[in-house]
């Protein structure tokens, strides 16, 4: 079965500067999806980013980038210039490409420090 | 507007009292999956769909029902609620095996 660890279960960074939230996983498998959720105060589970495998080049969203590391399988979200409404629970999940759902980390609560 | 629902937003019930958690997405998506979400435990699939009648186990469906009997709808029974079965619990569903997973607002489930 596959795993997903974050081995930060609390990150704190002051406003506008630059951090980085490590996830490591487990596969067998050559083809499978990385995603990164937030998750607000509000409970809602927010996509930040997404990486095919297959795909060398490193996903980017605005402020928001992956360093992804195949053969380490390391999946690494850097938020720059972080915002006070960047305050959240981040989780790392993978999916196989299979039926059935994501399987998730445990969580990195980051805070933002104004 | 794109969504997934879920009724009731927050329920209280008492150990061993029949209840259901509705799910309902209108994007037409093909596969759906209820997750709970715990302290320290990050979330943890329960079941999964593929289409209309086809439902498999996730990683702790101990204690738990679906079904899907229409397209959009995907319904969590819980026959014999405990107390350790107070969680968060979300629906989510998706267009296809690639694509990434929409999910409902949540529901709190408070058993005691």
């Known amino acids: 079965a596959q795993t997903v660890t974050q081995s930060q279960p609390e990150m704190s960074v002051q406003e506008a500067e630059t951090v980085t939230l490590s996830c490591t996983y487990d596969?067998?498998?050559?083809?499978?999806?990385l995603f990164w959720y937030k998750q607000p105060p509000s409970r809602q589970m927010i996509l930040v980013i997404r990486q095919e495998a297959y795909k060398q080049q490193n996903a980017t969203e605005n402020r928001f980038s992956v360093n992804f590391q195949k053969a380490a399988k390391s999946f690494s979200l850097k938020i720059s210039d972080s915002q006070l409404g960047d305050a959240a629970m981040y989780f790392c999940a993978y999916n196989g490409g299979g039926a059935d759902g994501l399987t998730f980390g445990k969580g990195t609560h980051l805070i933002i420090q104004p | 507007e794109a969504q997934v629902t879920q009724n009731p937003r927050y329920l209280i019930t008492v150990t061993g009292k029949k209840l259901t958690v509705t799910c309902s997405q209108n994007?037409?998506?093909?596969?759906m999956s209820w997750y709970r979400q715990d302290p320290g435990l990050g979330l943890r699939q329960i079941y999964y769909s593929m289409n209309v009648e086809v439902t498999d186990k996730g990683d702790v469906p101990e204690g738990y029902k679906v079904s899907r009997k229409e397209k959009r709808n995907f319904p969590l029974i819980l026959e014999s609620p405990s107390p350790n079965q107070t969680s968060l619990y979300f629906c989510a569903s998706r267009v296809g095996l690639a694509n990434e997973q929409f999910f409902g607002p949540g529901t709190r489930l408070t058993v005691l």
């Open positions: 596969t067998s498998e050559s083809d499978y999806y």
């Open positions: 994007m037409n998506h093909e596969y």
